[in-house]
């Protein structure tokens, strides 16, 4: 009998509709815009530049193709080789703004009461798609080789910048969206989420000091920058310039942030820190202008102000956040320990060879050892005074104690105030009369009652109410009861 029961038990279980586990339509769709659409992006402007600058130099369309993987490798900053020449030194711009779009578009696809499998789905997908399209791009390098000369790069190293790059922005996008989840709550202490803010203030602190100093430099040698872009001859060259060194702005700021901190940028054989400078052969590139034509100058340690400044700031920030000196100083520290790791990978990403040039680079450890001594320096002192500052106790007033005032001195009210005309002091004289009154308890039985007055007599007299009060009438057989 229970075998019976049990068959009939397996066979409902099987005709029973099982639940699905994979996405559903709509999230399919989903998935397939997070692992397609930054990439199928990439590759549309790719061709469509490529086709634009063979057509502008009357080239055939042969290497259409290699141009294409060639600039997705550019872009996910993968080294590249044409023609023989070791091409290291990619443009950083392209790649933060990949970045920031694959990290928009997973934010807007999961929230914060997202489930953990679809946030799962999410990540793979925005990493699968940009994986599918550089495997289809070294296979189609590779077949371009014999064109164009663009020798095939490592595969092993093209798949670990793409999936570098899209791992950090599609985690950045994820822990933005789900910052205010249980599990992001429930993971991260309180103070690792306290301290991101303070994180992100100094990082951009720091870049816009690195800005301000590119700036500064480009103005005081505008001459140099303008001899160089008109290097380009004609209006199509001078716009390449012009757009390559736009696409470089951000490694030259990396650099310049390297020097203010005391590090040392190096392009070949030319060197640039606070200290001392070495003159070398440099491409025509209207960007590099900002490197000094001559010896270092001493009113350059101004540039130090840079991370001191960012420094400061961090201390105030980690102080505002706590009570206690330890946690403030030890707060700063952590924040600088990042700070410093991530200065030294960008760093590192800014650089790479160029040819014959030699190595574009910034002395990466000292790059990152640097940042992080200085925020760590002036911000543990800046946190431990402005706690200190605030566990002072503020100086308090003594306040004079109030004395009783006799009861006999409340009785007495002010004086009148003298009438200032005939009116006023007529209207005064006419109150000053003392008004005499009885107060009964019983009204005689021969009297009628009083009839109430037509209008009530307002007086407003400051001298005191003459009454007297008397006892009722009584009868006469006796007292009265």
């Known amino acids: 009998m229970s075998d019976l029961l049990n068959r009939e038990t397996r066979r409902a279980a099987a005709r029973a509709p099982r639940a699905s586990t994979g996405p559903t339509p709509d999230q399919s769709r989903m998935l397939a815009a997070v692992a397609f659409k930054t990439s199928g992006l990439v590759v549309v402007i790719a061709t469509t530049l490529a086709l634009i600058t063979l057509v502008s130099v009357n080239s055939d369309l042969t290497g259409t193709l290699g141009a294409i993987a060639g600039s997705w490798f550019a872009v996910h900053l993968v080294p590249l080789s044409i023609g023989g020449t070791s091409l290291g030194v990619a443009p950083l711009l392209p790649t933060l703004i990949i970045g920031w779009s694959v990290a928009r578009t997973v934010h807007h696809s999961v929230d914060s009461g997202t489930d953990r499998r679809v946030v799962r789905w999410v990540f793979a997908a925005s990493m699968a798609g940009p994986l599918a399209v550089t495997a289809i791009a070294l296979a189609v390098a590779k077949d371009a080789s014999t064109v164009i000369g663009l020798s095939s790069p490592n595969a092993l190293v093209a798949f670990s910048w793409v999936a570098g790059v899209h791992a950090a922005a599609s985690g950045t996008g994820l822990l933005l969206a789900r910052w205010d989840s249980p599990l992001i ?50 209006v199509v060259g001078m716009l390449g310039l012009t757009v390559v060194s736009v696409l470089y702005l951000p490694n030259v700021v990396i650099g310049a942030l390297a020097v203010a901190t005391g590090s040392t940028a190096g392009f070949g054989d030319a060197s640039v820190s606070l200290f001392s400078t070495t003159g070398g052969p440099l491409p025509p590139l209207p960007i590099l202008a900002v490197l000094p034509e001559g010896s270092a100058q001493t009113i350059w340690v101004v540039m130090l102000a840079v991370p001191i400044g960012a420094g400061l700031l961090l201390g105030r920030d980690c102080a505002i956040r706590s009570a206690d000196i330890q946690v403030a100083v030890s707060s700063v520290w952590v924040v600088a320990a990042a700070t410093g790791v991530l200065a030294a990978l960008f760093g590192y990403a800014a650089g790479g060879n160029l040819g014959t040039f030699g190595t574009v680079e910034v002395t990466v450890w000292s790059f990152g050892l640097l940042t992080f001594a200085w925020l760590a320096v002036a911000g543990s002192i800046t946190a431990a005074l402005v706690v200190w500052r605030r566990a002072e106790p503020e100086p308090t007033l003594d306040e004079p104690v109030p004395m009783p005032v006799p009861a006999a001195e409340l009785a007495i009210e002010a004086a009148p105030a003298e009438p200032e005309d005939d009116e006023q002091l007529q209207e005064a004289d006419k109150v000053e009369e003392v008004v005499e009154a009885e107060v009964v308890d019983d009204v005689p039985a021969e009297m009628p009652p009083a009839e109430e007055p037509d209008a009530t007599v307002e007086a407003a007299t400051d001298e005191p109410l003459d009454a007297e009060i008397v006892a009722p009438p009584g009868d006469q057989d006796g007292p009265a009861r």
């Not at 989420?193 to 505008?222: E, K, Q």
């Open 185 to 234: 709550r429930g993971g991260l202490p309180d103070w690792v989420r306290a301290l991101v803010a303070p994180f992100v203030r100094a990082i951009s602190i720091l870049a816009a000091g690195g800005a301000a100093v590119v700036l500064l430099a480009l103005l005081a040698s505008w001459e140099t920058a303008g001899a160089l872009l008109e290097s380009g001859r004609d």
